[in-house]
C-alpha cells in the first residue's frame, strides 16, 4: 500500500498530541539536587625566596564599617562609596603558614568556634592546602583577639598538639589578667574570656612562651612591634634571599578608607593614638621600602604593597 501524504492539518494535530504526551510525562527536566552552596578550599601559595608561604582563608563576615571605623563620618562614608561598599563590609580573616624547610609557622589561628558560622574555616582549608595541623612547630600571634586565638582550641583538645604559641608579653599580661577583666566594661569581657579559654590548655603543658618587643624567633622570621591595636600587638618580618614579606596582623581593617586616610582608626583599638601612629610608621615603610605585606583582614589573600601618593594618603596594591 502506498503511504499518503500527511496534510498540513493533520500533521498539526500530531505534533500537538506528541506535545501533550511529553506534557503528561512525570520527572523534572533537571538534575532534582539541593544547591550545594560552599566554596571551594580558600588557600593561596607563594614563595618568599626559599620560604613557603600558604594563605589560610578562616572565612569571611560582615564589618560594621560605619559604626566601628573612627574618623570624619563623611570622609568615611565617600571613601566607602567610592569603594562600591555599604555601611556592612565583607571582611577577610586569613593567616599565614610559613614552611621555611626546617620549621612550620603558622600566625594566627583564626577564630574557630567563637565568631560564629562564617569563621572557623582554617583547619579545613589547613589540610586542603597539604598539611596537617600536628604538623605546626610554632604559632605566632599577632595578638589575642577573638579571632585570632580561638581556633587554638577544637572542643577541649589542642588543635595544635605539638606546636609552642609565642606571643607579646605585653599582650599575655593585658588579656590574661583576671584584674583587667574586671575593670573592664561589659562589652569587652568576652575578649579577656576568649584568651583565657584558648590559651590555658597550652599553658598548663608549657607550650606558651613570650617575649618582648623586636625578637628573632627563628631563622627568617622576626617579631617586629607595632603596638596600638592592642598592647602587644606584633608584626612578624618573614626574610628570605633578599625578599621580604610583613605579616603586619590589625594594620589595616577597611582598606578603601584606611589606606587613604591612615588617621582613620577602629573601635576594638586599645590605644586609637599609638594605633593612628603605627598606621602612618608601617605604611611609609612599605611604601618606601617596596616590600610585600600580608593582612588579616585584607580581602583574601590579603596580599600586596603600599603605594605612596604623597601628602599623607597611600593606596593598595593587591599581588596579582
Known amino acids: 500500500m502506498k503511504n499518503r501524504p500527511i496534510d498540513p492539518t493533520r500533521r498539526s494535530l500530531l505534533i500537538a498530541s506528541c506535545l501533550c ?5 512525570p520527572g523534572p527536566l533537571f538534575a532534582d539536587a539541593p544547591m550545594v552552596k560552599s566554596e571551594a578550599p580558600e588557600f ?19 564589618l560594621a564599617a560605619m559604626k566601628l571605623l573612627q574618623g570624619n563620618p563623611s570622609r568615611i562614608a565617600d571613601a566607602l562609596k567610592s569603594g562600591f561598599l555599604g555601611e556592612q563590609v565583607e571582611t577577610s580573616h586569613n593567616s599565614f603558614l610559613i614552611n621555611t624547610g626546617e620549621k612550620l609557622v603558622l600566625v594566627d589561628a583564626g577564630a574557630g568556634t567563637l565568631l560564629g558560622p562564617h569563621t572557623g574555616k582554617l583547619l579545613n582549608n589547613l589540610r586542603a592546602s597539604g598539611y596537617r595541623p600536628e604538623q605546626v612547630d610554632e ?43 574586671r575593670a573592664a566594661p561589659a562589652e569587652a569581657k568576652r575578649f579577656f574570656d576568649a584568651a583565657t579559654t584558648s590559651l ?3 599553658m598548663k603543658v608549657g607550650k606558651l612562651d613570650t617575649f618582648e618587643g623586636s625578637a628573632d624567633l627563628t631563622p627568617g622570621i622576626r617579631a617586629r612591634p607595632a603596638y596600638g591595636h592592642t598592647p602587644g600587638h606584633t608584626m612578624y618580618e618573614v626574610e628570605s634571599r633578599g625578599e621580604k614579606l610583613l605579616v603586619w596582623g590589625d594594620i589595616v581593617h577597611v582598606a578603601s578608607v584606611q589606606f587613604a586616610d591612615p588617621t582613620v582608626t577602629i573601635g576594638y583599638d586599645v590605644d586609637q593614638v599609638a594605633a593612628e601612629q603605627e598606621h602612618l610608621r608601617v605604611f611609609d615603610d612599605a611604601a618606601r621600602n ?9 580581602p583574601f589573600p590579603g596580599l600586596g604593597h603600599v603605594h605612596d601618593n604623597g601628602d599623607r594618603t597611600y593606596a593598595y596594591v593587591p599581588l596579582t
Do not use: Q
Open 21 to 25: 504526551i511529553g506534557c503528561a510525562m
Open 44 to 62: 593561596r601559595r607563594l614563595m618568599v625566596g626559599d620560604y613557603e608561604v600558604t594563605v589560610l582563608s578562616d572565612g569571611k563576615n560582615p
Open 139 to 181: 604559632v605566632y600571634l599577632t595578638h589575642m583577639h577573638t579571632d585570632h586565638i580561638g581556633g587554638l582550641m577544637s572542643g577541649n583538645e589542642r588543635t595544635f598538639p605539638n606546636a609552642v604559641v609565642r606571643a607579646d608579653r605585653r599582650d599575655t599580661d593585658y588579656w590574661l589578667s583576671e584584674e583587667n577583666m
Open 200 to 202: 590555658s590548655a597550652y
Open 290 to 298: 617596596r616590600y610585600m605585606i600580608g593582612g588579616a583582614h585584607l
